[in-house]
């Protein structure tokens, strides 16, 4: 049952999906606005476009005639997957999916104002004007995050009058594609996040990962562990309000369905239609199956049992700090020395400042203490750096 599966998108996410994709025996063209990116290097074949170009999307799409397009980011014509469906392709997980969830305010209005889901309050903004008056109307503090934007890119917190000028500038510097509108969101004051991966499949019921916990900085995951504590009513009704979302979006895959929790209860925050960076933890062995290897099963349409915790575990996140090209990394004796320890490094040919360029994995016995093992992944990815040759021309180390 080979099927040819067109990647948009091949970044560290979409490198483990094509691994996963090709254990199953199949075929991957991996699509990005750059040559050598994490996932081509894995990948059958690889085009290079802007995939903001309808017509080059087209194209590729014509030339390839792929059984399956699967999107890995958010910089892409997705109004063109309507058309594609037509054509008999199948689009993960579906074209109303990814039209909706490329675009913050099209899934923040479905969840708040058609399914009535709690949210935090927001405005949206075109203009730094409009986003005065939109701050003004949410109150501060506040988050502003660009409509198009992935791995925080673009998102910062509004605390005084000073700071909207920073926020537009770096909303629009942070942006993917060409949409410059902004959503303002009052800020909640929560003591966890989380991350419910959701399975969304073809012929069985949806189906859910332990929860994931996990931190940000600079809008960006640093941290992830699993399982995260959350009382059985939250859970509950966190999965109810995720399938209640991914059901009205339609298709086949995962979902990464975060939430806020708060001390007055559960808020909905956003959805990914594709394996979520905070879900690298299930690369530590925390379950029988990892979310891409669940993301891979679903869309192909082969059956998922059940999906069991085996293990507790963390991720940590390995940033550059520089910018430089052909990256290697030091440290690696120390990082694994310990038992219960692992790294993916991507494979990115470039580094610049708080690009994310590996993550670090523990874990320890089912049972074990979440916290240490959380200690141990951010202990270990302290020692590794990131060395590569400076846009000068001058190396930094060899090494």
């Not at 931190?215 to 995951?221: H, K, S, V």
């Not at 086949?252 to 956003?270: H, K, N, Q």
């Not at 925390?286 to 059956?303: C, D, M, S, V, Y």
Request: aromatic share 6%.
């Amino acid at each position: 049952m080979m099927k040819k599966i067109m990647l948009l998108g091949s970044g560290e996410l979409g490198r483990e999906f094509v691994i996963a994709a090709k254990r199953l025996g199949q075929y991957v063209i991996a699509v990005d606005s750059y040559n050598d990116a994490p996932a081509q290097q894995v990948a059958d074949h690889r085009e290079v476009i802007d995939m903001l170009d309808g017509t080059a999307l087209d194209a590729i799409v014509a030339r390839h005639r792929p059984d399956v397009i699967v999107p890995e980011i958010e910089a892409i014509r997705t109004e063109r997957f309507y058309e594609y469906e037509k054509e008999g392709i199948q689009v993960v997980p579906s074209a109303r999916a990814a039209n909706f969830t490329m675009n913050r305010k099209a899934i923040r209005d479905l969840a708040s104002k058609e399914l009535g889901l709690r949210t935090a309050a927001y405005r949206y903004a075109a203009s730094k004007e409009e986003l005065k008056r939109a701050i003004g109307e949410v109150g501060v503090p506040c988050v502003v995050k660009p409509l198009m934007s992935s791995s925080g890119k673009g998102q910062s917190t509004v605390k005084t009058e000073e700071d909207i000028e920073y926020a537009w500038s770096y909303s629009q510097s942070g942006r993917r594609g060409d949409i410059a509108d902004v959503i303002v969101e009052a800020f909640v004051p929560f003591h966890t996040e989380i991350t419910l991966l959701t399975v969304t499949q073809k012929n069985g019921p949806t189906l859910f990962c332990p929860p994931i916990g996990h931190r940000q900085e600079r809008g960006d995951y640093q941290e992830s562990w699993q399982p995260c504590r959350i009382g059985e009513t939250q859970l509950q009704e966190a999965r109810e309000i995720a399938e209640k979302v991914t059901r009205s979006l339609t298709g086949a895959g995962i979902w990464g369905v975060e939430f806020f929790l708060a001390d007055d209860g559960l808020y909905f925050s956003e959805l990914s239609p594709r394996p979520h960076d905070t879900g690298m933890v299930t690369l530590a062995g925390t379950q029988n199956l990892t979310e891409f290897e669940l993301h891979a099963r679903a869309i192909l349409g082969l059956p998922i049992p059940e999906i069991e915790l085996l293990r507790v575990g963390a991720s940590a996140v390995v940033l550059a700090d520089k910018e430089g090209k052909n990256p290697v990394y030091t440290g690696l004796e120390d990082a694994l020395r310990e038992v219960g320890s692992d790294i993916r490094i991507f494979g990115k040919p470039t580094s610049r400042p708080y690009r994310r360029m590996a993550v670090m994995l523990a874990n320890d016995r089912l049972g074990g203490d979440v916290d240490a093992v959380k200690e141990k992944a951010v202990a270990n990815a302290g020692k590794v750096t990131v060395m590569s040759e400076q846009t000068s021309g001058f190396p930094s180390g060899n090494g």
